[in-house]
């Protein structure tokens, strides 16, 4: 704690989970997240932890859903195409309730796209990406320093609720660098206590199972059950999202991550041009703050989401408010950074256009 | 206080670590401070550029689309950065490689001859921080104290008697008007 | 009154789904016997396929995980790495080994994963069916080569063995079958040796096992054993394929 770094946000994310405790990593290259195998290579054996290279992303997920069986704290890391490949087994993960972490440092899609940053990823993030019933905890950061310390709480919550968490961060974040504080006392892996599910060395005790099957009438469905109740939980007790300059704000600018920056260049700006805009930002993506940006809503005329996709989140934004104002859009999919200018512009726009033109529920 | 500076050269000049050791050096002096590389295929390529911004505020984009300053150490980098510079700021241009000269008269231009100067005080791979020194002399943006205190930070393996190099290089730059 | 046989412990008692003359139940007993006799048990951990095995998770007596299709090598790998002291096994059959999960089979090989790999090779799909396998032989008729394998169309089967043998990281490989009681005793001996290298961490040892599936050949049990014996076996050679600590590694 304390000492100020200098570290590319995809390092510090790095550098994050092993001071969480991350012990196991698996992983396969792909721009623009390089630097997390490469630096988890040498970091892993230093703390006496596992790296491995793997053949593909999908033999990467499925060591992970092995090691995280055993219990000890484990991460893999890709962009877009490669997350796509570990879907299938991020589902079992969900499915066998393992608490498995990654990251996606987002690059432009679809198909292999470009490697700039870009958040065409967010419905595959937040609503489930692989097959079956399923939610993933999804925190979105908007700095190097929030990659550095946002993997513990991503442990912390999968481990409490037993659900996957990922980290949905974007080509730029992870390529930037910026000071970084790592802001928790660093966890002994060691002493992290050993979950009453995993698997391992079982002397004495009955034995047990991890699997995402149950092929018994009904069963399936209990279990589904059993598992949304702990969703309607992570829902109440753990979104997250940052506001400002929330109180005499005509129009919102909603955003995560990267857009969010660019949304508080724009803020900024508008602010000097007298225009009462506010900022908005949902720190968590699922759960989505749908409390607190319902306040939000209550008081202004309209919101404008801004985002580097065609406009993804911006279905959770009308979803949490009910409609209750216009929602517009500023979309800048195909990994472009939107300038704080063009976002003004929207913002001017948007005023002009009240509640009749708005861009609800088209 | 804001500066926005983009610096553009070949691969091996030396941009990334420029741009890393400003951006250390920002950091030290107690100001906010981004560092982005242009990691695409421009890399693949053999150039190589990067984004820097030191700011007394915090930064919101590390993108710098429209540069307070630009540095410019290779002839192609000339053509592609000179239309950014938002009017009224600085070039400076690396006359040792870059044979044309800018078109823009809203802008201050400095000419350093960055290669040449480096070379006169042992070797060329200094020419960098010739650049920095002319930089820091011009914008007053951070001290070359700072950059040489980031210099042990940044060049983690670098013989003492590289980094005094380094130093002398940059208040050599500090001498170009 | 004099024993002479019981069922191991590292099997539970619980009454398996697989179909007469399937020689899943044989492996499994052969298996739990080997973990019983080399007293590791405890420190037992067994990854169960996608197929008509994926019950053996609920076969073994110990610890047991069930993963994706073809991703059980993978899945070994984890566990492994994360608790070294485990015995870890890694039961599939021949559409999950050697179809959708070769870049698995044939990377933790190459990596010489510490594990043991129990492959039953059977010639065809079981659980969904009796669709073509990668070792379904040239001419057998599978629900999708309803006229027999043709070449032409679906090429040629996989001999695994044989493919992993060019790995430096495989250290044992051996075929050995189980239509016969003597061919029994040979399997269990070729998959007591695959436990007992992981328990020396000498590295990715393998098993192949040739089995029936009477159910999906559509043929009796006691023709299923016949076609091994002149169908299978002239395509899949028994025999060592690799043994690290043999001087002359790689023959048969």
Not at chain 1, 77 to 98: N, T
Request: glycine share 10%; net charge positive; proline share 6%.
């Amino acid at each position: 704690m304390g000492e100020k770094l200098l570290m590319k946000g995809n390092d510090a994310m790095a550098e994050g989970a092993v001071r969480a405790g991350c012990r196991f990593f698996a992983g396969y290259p792909i721009t623009p997240q390089n630097e997390v195998p490469e630096y988890m290579s040498w970091r892993m054996p230093e703390v006496g932890g596992a790296f491995i290279q793997a053949e593909s992303e999908v033999a990467a997920i499925n060591m992970l859903f092995g090691a995280a069986a055993t219990g000890v704290r484990s991460m893999t890391s890709s962009s877009s195409p490669g997350i796509s490949l570990k879907q299938e087994g991020i589902s079992y993960c969900a499915g066998a309730d393992l608490p498995i972490f990654f990251a996606n440092v987002v690059r432009g899609g679809p198909g292999l796209g470009n490697i700039a940053g870009a958040q065409g990823d967010y419905f595959q993030s937040v609503r489930g990406g692989g097959h079956g019933d399923y939610r993933t905890f999804v925190m979105a950061p908007n700095s190097a320093e929030e990659m550095g310390n946002f993997p513990l709480k991503c442990y912390e919550v999968g481990e409490k609720y037993r659900v996957p968490s990922m980290i949905l961060s974007d080509g730029t974040i992870g390529q930037m660098m910026e000071p970084v504080e790592f802001k928790f006392e660093t966890v002994d892996a060691k002493k992290l206590p050993i979950p009453e599910w995993a698997i391992g060395a079982n002397p004495g005790r009955p034995r047990r199972m991890v699997g995402s099957y149950d092929l018994r009438e009904g069963e399936l469905e209990k279990m589904v059950l059993a598992r949304a109740k702990r969703y309607r939980e992570v829902e109440e007790k753990e979104a997250l999202w940052e506001g400002k300059m929330l109180d005499d704000a005509e129009i919102v600018l909603v955003s995560y991550g990267i857009a969010s920056r660019a949304s508080l260049a724009a803020m900024k700006l508008a602010r000097e041009q007298g225009l009462k805009v506010g900022w908005f930002r949902p720190i968590t993506l699922w759960p989505f703050p749908k409390k607190a940006l319902t306040d939000v809503a209550k008081r202004v005329k309209s919101l404008l989401a801004v985002e580097l996709s065609l406009g993804q989140m911006i279905d959770d934004v009308k979803l949490a408010i009910d409609c209750r104002v216009p929602v517009h859009l500023h979309a800048r999919p195909g990994g472009v950074l939107p300038t704080g200018e063009e976002i003004v512009e929207s913002v001017r726009k948007a005023l002009k256009a009240g509640s009749k033109e708005a861009a609800c529920c088209r | 206080m804001y500066q926005g500076i983009r610096i553009s050269g070949f691969g091996g000049q030396g941009i990334i670590s420029s741009g890393v050791l400003l951006a250390y050096a920002g950091m030290l002096d107690g100001r906010h401070v981004t560092f982005f590389p242009a990691y695409g295929a421009e890399m693949r390529g053999g150039t190589a550029n990067c984004s820097v911004v030191i700011s007394s505020d915090d930064v919101s984009t590390p993108v710098v689309a429209q540069p307070d300053t630009v540095i410019v150490m290779n002839e192609p980098s000339l053509a592609k950065f000179e239309p950014l510079v938002k009017p009224g700021g600085l070039l400076i241009i690396n006359s040792s490689l870059v044979e044309s000269r800018p078109k823009r008269k809203d802008i201050k231009i400095l000419l350093v001859p960055c290669n040449k100067a480096a070379q006169e005080l042992g070797t060329a791979r200094i020419a960098n921080m010739v650049a920095l020194g002319a930089f820091v002399k011009q914008t007053g943006a951070l001290s070359i104290d700072a950059i040489a205190k980031a210099m042990p930070k940044v060049f983690k393996r670098a013989k003492p008697e590289m980094l005094e190099l380094n130093v002398k290089a940059l208040k050599k730059g500090a001498e170009f008007n | 009154m004099l024993q002479v046989n019981r069922r191991p412990k590292s099997l539970l008692d619980v009454k398996m789904h697989y179909c007469p003359g399937c020689g899943h139940g044989i492996v499994h007993r052969l298996v739990a016997e080997c973990l019983d006799e080399l007293e590791v048990a405890s420190r037992a951990v067994g990854v169960a396929p996608v197929g008509c095995s994926v019950f053996a998770d609920h076969y073994f007596a110990c610890d047991m995980i069930q993963g994706a299709h073809g991703r059980g090598p993978a899945i070994a790998t984890g566990i492994k790495r994360s608790k070294p002291e485990c015995i870890v096994f890694s039961y599939q059959g021949d559409g999950d080994l050697a179809s959708i999960g070769m870049a698995e089979t044939v990377h933790s090989a190459a990596r010489s994963e510490n594990i043991t790999v129990v492959f039953i090779n059977n010639s065809i799909y079981g659980m969904t069916g009796g669709q073509m396998a990668p070792t379904t032989l040239i001419g057998q008729p599978s629900t999708t080569s309803p006229k027999g394998r043709d070449v032409k169309v679906n090429g040629y089967p996989i001999r695994v063995c044989e493919l992993l043998s060019q790995l430096d990281g495989a250290r044992y490989l051996e075929r050995t079958s189980v239509h016969t009681a003597a061919h029994v005793i040979k399997t269990k001996k070729a998959l007591k040796k695959a436990f007992q290298n992981q328990i020396d961490g000498k590295g990715f040892s393998m098993v192949e096992v040739l089995s029936m599936c009477p159910t999906n050949l559509a043929i009796a049990p006691k023709d299923n054993a016949k076609f091994i014996a002149e169908k299978m076996l002239p395509v899949y050679p028994l025999g060592v394929y690799k043994d690290a600590d043999a001087p002359a590694a790689g023959g048969k």
